[in-house]
């Protein structure tokens, strides 16, 4: 067990609608990623935040957005969905040292698997 | 660009052979880390190992050990006596030496092992 929680753990939906990925990140954490796991695509890099604040961004679609709360969890939005949103969606968490964070390790949560039909 | 590659797409052994899978990175940076994960059919992405460029010692932890060639951009993986709960997908990711980077991950290896 990470330490890095996600709900739910599955999702199904239909083309066009909206849905909300949250993600709890390990105690002590102030980073969040997340990715997405595809199966043309392979595991993607998303969107990173830091403290509340977004601090990189990946192969985000417009459709997508995310954000992360006072208490550090974050939610992924994805809207209007299409067929090829279908994809394990990971979130991760890494404690960022004084140095600016570069000897962290992202811990990975169990994912949530969303199929759009 | 940054770039993990990961030729085999599925190994298949005998429970207790030896095994060792290929990672082969580029990268334009000096400093740089590179992470092994286990990914098991319940889809988790378990973290194995992280690896700073700039410490080319070999890792064993267990039956796992890593093989970290900076020469030949190569960071290989091998599971000695293999059993069949090694039974996974394998990623091989790179980051950068800068804070906030995110990881670049291969296509990953899928190694079956059976009794």
């Known amino acids: 067990d990470s330490g890095v929680t996600q709900t739910p753990k599955h999702l199904i939906t239909a083309t066009g609608q909206r849905v909300t990925l949250r993600c709890s990140p390990r105690?002590?954490?102030?980073?969040v990623y997340w990715y997405q796991q595809s199966l043309d695509q392979g595991l993607q890099f998303l969107i990173q935040?830091?403290?509340?604040?977004?601090?990189a961004k990946g192969n985000i679609l417009e459709r997508f957005s995310a954000q992360q709360f006072p208490d550090l969890h974050s939610e992924l939005n994805l809207s209007s969905l299409e067929l090829g949103d279908s994809a394990l969606y990971f979130c991760?968490?890494?404690?960022?040292?004084?140095?600016?964070?570069?000897?962290?390790?992202?811990?990975f949560g169990p994912g949530t698997r969303l199929l759009v039909l | 660009a940054q770039k993990v590659t990961q030729a085999q797409t599925e190994i298949s052994v005998v429970e207790k052979e030896d095994v060792t899978l290929d990672c082969v990175y580029e990268?334009?940076?000096?400093?740089?880390?590179l992470f092994w994960y286990k990914q098991p059919p319940s889809g988790e992405l378990v973290f194995l190992i992280r690896?700073?460029?700039?410490?080319?010692q070999n890792e064993i932890s267990g039956r796992y050990s890593w093989n970290f060639q900076k020469s030949t951009s190569s960071f290989n993986f091998t599971i000695t006596a293999s059993q069949v709960v090694d039974s996974a997908v394998y990623f091989c990711?790179?980051?950068?030496?800068?804070?906030?980077?995110?990881?670049?991950f291969g296509t990953g290896t899928r190694l079956l092992v059976s009794p």
């Open positions: 105690s002590g954490d102030l980073s």
């Open positions: 990268t334009r940076d000096t400093t740089y880390y």
């Open positions: 935040y830091y403290n509340g604040e977004e601090r």
């Open positions: 991760a968490s890494s404690v960022i040292g004084a140095s600016g964070g570069t000897q962290e390790t992202q811990y």
């Open positions: 990711a790179l980051r950068r030496n800068t804070g906030f980077q995110k990881l670049v």
């Open positions: 690896r700073n460029s700039f410490d080319e």
